[in-house]
């Protein structure tokens, strides 16, 4: 009998297996291994990634193995045992004792074809098919041959480690995708003499030849140092030497050289072919992929599949690509994003007036006051008096984009641009402080609030007009209402009259740091100073204040609010002068109780013409004899400015008439 000795190839990490089975003869009768008795199992892998042909390739094997050994119930016993996701016996130890039968019986095995529980099946191997009910005998060599395509779905190196302390001898054989560190981990030491690895089913019968030789006999290949580098084949008293498949021997008959396909042009690659020995893979160049017939190449299409990094868009070419942008677009020097083509900030438009820009286009359109004509690049004025509500309480007068209103002779226009009166209302922003002590009592205080709307009725209270803000002090200090929530006169009445009396304390030098900190803030509605918009504090009180008010009395008219105090009953004279404004005697008020409260209401007027200069408001007598003098005095003047600016104004209007005749 011929025996073959496997050395690795350069690559190869085991022991690899030797020749077609059509090299070696049948084995006869006389051939037959009389190594001894040996309870023999197959433990073979029926999992679903092992194709029907292979399963039957798997049988031939176990066969062509049994026909080369001396079966019989004093000899050797063979049982066979698949698995996949669960093991089953085929046969036992005990079942034949003929090989005949043996062979009929795996012939008519049918595959469990599900996972490879390869752990579970040395288990069952360990544990049941070596026993005495199952034929095992004592002092008798027990070997499994385990043969597998895949990677274990559970652990064997535990159980596997707990059979080969029984006794049992392992041979693990592998082929195709199976995992040399799983084989490694089920097969006995050494592991040179009991780890096989074949490239397919169709090599599996070469683990046959190397297992008959481990049982029956030593061959030269063993004892002498042949120099074959894959393969000696044996032969009693001789061998001669091999290759593996996808090499050819040279002419030393010894090494062995690879047949390169893809040189000798024994391929279908469309592209680049990739040679191994005796074989090839093929590949494709760079921007393309390997279709699924791994011979032919398509396109990568990186720009199809997303793989860029284009703003807008995306130009592709075999494995790469380039970015562009969309009309009225430039692409930018990254090479990646875009940025609108601006026609108006390039001066590269028509428009008269208004260049709008959209990206690579653009619109005309014109300033307030003017229309776009049809050309839609032109403009032209439009009389604002006659296309809008201007409000003008007399006339409107119209510039281009814009108006104003003018007053009959003898009135002046007022603050809000549009009505006409004999003087300017005085707009003011004011708050009023009112003392809510214990000592006011309940029904005074209704008169307070009483007085305070009296001061209202007084005012031109408007959002543009004057403002009022309401502060109740007592132990503590609370704003009623700042001088932005009210637009109207009605509003803030209504506001007073709901106010509740909050007893106590009188904190004057508290209720005066309120005012000037958060008051007169323009967070509550105080407008900005550089409007010059007079601000105005009243300070009511009925006591002694039970606090220091020299400090912010003080601060208050440094930073330009006008003070008036208003004292009833006990309050302090020299605390209600300290409060007031200069003149003292203008801006300070006092009486016995409050029922004479309403008096004073009448005479504090607050809201009268304003001087022309930004100054204190001074509350005059309009009836005094002087103060008529005065007024006359000042219409005239502001009549005379008013014819000035008339003039000045005539004089543009006949200038911007000048220019719209010289345009057409």
Sequence with gaps: ???????????????????????????????????????????????????????????????????????????????????????????SLKTHSKLDSMVKNINQIIPLAQGTMTGLAIKYVMNAAFTAEEGDRPKVPNVAVIVTDGRPQDRVAEVAAEAREKGIEIYAVGVAR?????????????????????????????????????????????????????????????????????????????????????????????????SSPGSFTCDCNKGYKLNDDK????????????????????VSAPGVFTCDCNEGYTLNEDEKTCTPIDLCAEGKHDCEQICISAPGVFTCDCNKGFKLNKDKKTCTNMDLCNTVEHGCEHQCVSTPGSYYCICPEGQLLQEDGKSCGTCKSANIDLVLLIDGSKSVRPQNFELVKKFVNQVVDSLDVSAHGTRVGLVQYSSRVRTEFPLNMYHSADEIKAAVMKVEYMEKGTMTGLALKHMLENSFSEAEGARPSSRNIPRVGLVFTDGRSQDDITEYAKKAKEAGITMYAVGVGKAVEDELREIASEPVEKHFYYTTDFTAISTIAENLKLNVCPEESQGEIEVKDPCACENLVEFQQATMSS???????????????????????SRK
Excluded at 298 to 304: E, F, G, M, Q, V
């Design 639 to 661: 009549l005379e400015q008013l014819t000035q600016k008339l003039a000045g104004m005539t004089a543009r209007l006949e200038q911007l008439e000048n220019q719209l005749l």
């Design 295 to 314: 011979k032919t190449c398509s396109t990568i299409d990186l720009c199809a599949e997303g793989k860029h990094d284009c703003e807008q868009i995306c």
């Design 178 to 274: 199976a995992d040399m560190t799983s084989l490694r981990a089920m097969a006995s030491p050494p592991f040179e003499d009991h780890v096989f690895l074949v490239e397919s089913f169709d090599l599996i019968h070469q683990f046959g030849l190397q297992f008959q030789d481990k049982l029956c006999g030593v061959d030269l290949c063993l004892e002498s140092d042949h120099g074959c580098e894959h393969i000696c084949e044996s032969s009693p008293g001789s061998y001669h030497c091999l290759c593996l498949p996808g090499y050819t021997l040279n002419d030393d008959g010894k090494t062995c050289a690879a047949i390169d396909l893809c040189a000798e042009g024994k391929h279908d690659c469309e592209q680049i072919c990739v």
């Design 1 to 91: 009998m011929k025996m073959r000795q496997l050395r690795a190839p350069c690559g190869f990490v085991l022991l690899t297996l030797a020749v077609l089975a059509a090299a070696r003869p049948k084995a006869g009768p006389e051939q037959k291994c009389k190594s001894g008795p040996v309870d023999l199992v197959f433990l073979i892998d029926s999992s679903r990634s092992v194709r029907p042909h292979e399963f039957e390739t798997m049988r031939k094997f176990m066969i062509d193995i049994l026909d080369t050994l001396d079966i019989g119930p004093n000899a050797t016993r063979v049982g066979v045992v698949q698995y996949s996701s669960q093991v089953r016996s085929e046969f």
